[in-house]
Every structure is written in C-alpha cells, then in structure tokens.
C-alpha cells in the first residue's frame, strides 16, 4: 500500500513492509548517492532543542530538491502561549506540502493530525516516541549486521525517560529481536527483560544503545552521577564484556565522560557517527515517500 500523503506519528502502527521499503530507499539513497527531485517546502516546527533531528532533515529535504520554513521553540510564538496545533495550523495555511514537528508539551500529535490536512511526521514527541531515530537504528544494525531478528539489543541508562528507547523497542521488537535493558532501577520500563548488571548484559548482547540522562525530563529519582558512571558507563574495560563483532549505538546528543567514554567514539564497534549519516538517508526515504518523491 502507498504511503503517498500519510503521516508518520509512531511505529507500532505501521505496516513492517512499509518500514522495509523504508530501508530499501534509504539504502538505496546511500549507495547510489542519488536523490529523486522535487519542488517542495517542508514547514520545521522544533519546538524542543535538537541538532541532529533538525538538521538532518533539513538536509534530506535539501537532497530532495525541497525547501525548509524553520519555527523554533525559543524564538517562536509559542513562547507567547500558541499551542502546536496552532503552530501546524499556521505553517499549513501558508502553504507547506508536509509539517515536521518535535515538541514536548501534553499535545499530542496524533490528535493534531486529525485536524490538518497536511501530513505530519513525529520528529520526537515528549517521552511517547522518536520515530525516524527509532528507523534510523534499525537500519543501522540492518547495515552493520545484515539483519535485525535474531538480535539481541541492550538498553543501557535512562529509558523511562527516553523517546528513542521508547521507538527503539517498537521496531526492534516488531522485527524479531530480542531487547532488553540495564540501568538504575527507577530508570527501567517495567514489564522487560532487565540486567541487574552491566557486565552480563554486554555478555549477552550483540547491540548496545547507550542513552543519554534525560536531566530535563526529571521530577525525582535523580542517581547520582559518579555511581552511574562506575556502574553503568560504556567504556573500554566495561566494552571487554561486548562481544567483538557487537555493535554500539547511541542517538546522540552524548554527555562524554558519562554515559560513555572517550574511548568509546574511537571502538571499531561503535557505529555513532553511522547513525547520524543514516539519519539523513532515512528521513529522506520517509519524505518522498510521504510526497511520493521518484
Ligand atoms: N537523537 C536526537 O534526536 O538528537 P537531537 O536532539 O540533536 O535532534
């Protein structure tokens, strides 16, 4: 089925042959270095902070031959009280063919679909889902391992709080891996497979997704950074319990010295970078795909 003029909002409720032909294109994209090409204006509403997401897809859109209208949080009248539906509203009344919105407020995106006419993609909701990191994950480990059943992902840190863990579980799971995660207690999804230590997870991972503390989404439970550090750090000593062929994913932004090394950027296992590339390449299959972009 097409998805000429949808939106993406989550991934549990698309089909797996359309995250396949997602890949497909992104790949396709990537090894051909070719973009279809189209006149469009994407409207970006980044109504939280974000470098990769943002940009990326400014890039992809670029690629695409599209422009970009750009609202941000800070300097927007959201600040004045306008609510992201009415953001959408407004870029959609000047004419954008697609709306690309991060935001973190009780609105919910799959409510506001429901009253645009324009197609919208989530491009990180609250703490509810990240949709194009969740993608870009997968074909990550797609293009590292060759495939994603079978795998085995460990979730290391602040996953209650963490979108891309939220759409990581979503698209590993749906493909047929196994996902389990690692952490301070207060900090772990309840009703999974958990570690109680970082070592035995490594030990039984082929995939390791380090998170970020998601200091800004805090109302308690905040560990103290020096016993995380020693416990749950991804470094080259805690890294011997990886296997050598593993792979280590982070979505970024990283705090270095905290939730991973230095020497954890340098690991030939470490696809960090790789998934900033694959960011762009999956957004851009997501666009034309949604614009019907050949
Ligand atoms: N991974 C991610 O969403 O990064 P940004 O917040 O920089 O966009």
């Known amino acids: 089925m097409s998805f000429q003029g949808s939106s993406l909002l989550e991934l549990k409720s698309l ?7 997602f890949f497909q294109k992104a790949l396709a ?10 006149s469009f204006i994407a409207g970006m509403a980044f109504l939280e902070v974000s470098t990769r997401t943002t940009s990326s897809f400014e890039v992809a859109v670029q690629r695409l031959g599209g422009k970009t209208v750009k609202v941000s949080g800070a300097s927007s009248s959201v600040v004045k009280g306008e609510t992201v539906l009415d953001t959408c509203l407004t870029l959609q009344a000047m004419g954008v063919d697609i709306l690309i919105v991060r935001h973190g407020t009780d609105e919910s995106l799959a409510d506001i679909s429901k009253q645009l006419r324009t197609p919208i993609i989530n491009a990180g909701e609250g703490v509810s889902g990240h949709p194009t990191q969740g993608l870009l994950d997968a074909l990550t480990v797609l293009e590292g391992h060759g495939r994603i059943k079978g795998e085995k992902l460990l979730i290391v840190g602040d996953a209650v709080h963490s979108r891309v863990a939220a759409s990581a579980v979503e698209v590993f799971k749906m493909y047929g891996a196994e996902v389990a995660f690692c952490g301070p207690e207060g900090w772990l999804p309840k009703n999974e497979n958990t570690f ?14 380090a998170l970020r503390i998601q200091r800004e989404r805090h109302q308690s439970h905040f560990v103290a950074l020096s016993d995380y550090v020693e416990k749950y750090q991804l470094n080259k000593d805690s890294l011997a319990a990886l296997r050598a062929d593993g792979l280590i994913i982070h979505p970024g932004p990283f705090n270095r ?18 998934q900033v590339e694959n960011g762009v390449f999956i957004r851009g299959a997501v666009i034309s795909e949604i614009l019907n972009i050949q």
């Open 29 to 38: 994209f990537k090894a051909n270095r070719w973009w279809p090409q189209k």
């Open 15 to 21: 089909e797996k042959t359309q995250m396949d032909s």
């Open 257 to 274: 010295g905290v939730e991973v090394s230095e020497e954890v950027l340098l690991d030939a296992r470490s696809c960090i970078w790789k």
């Open 196 to 209: 109680k230590d970082l070592e035995s997870g490594l030990n039984w991972c082929s995939v390791v997704m």
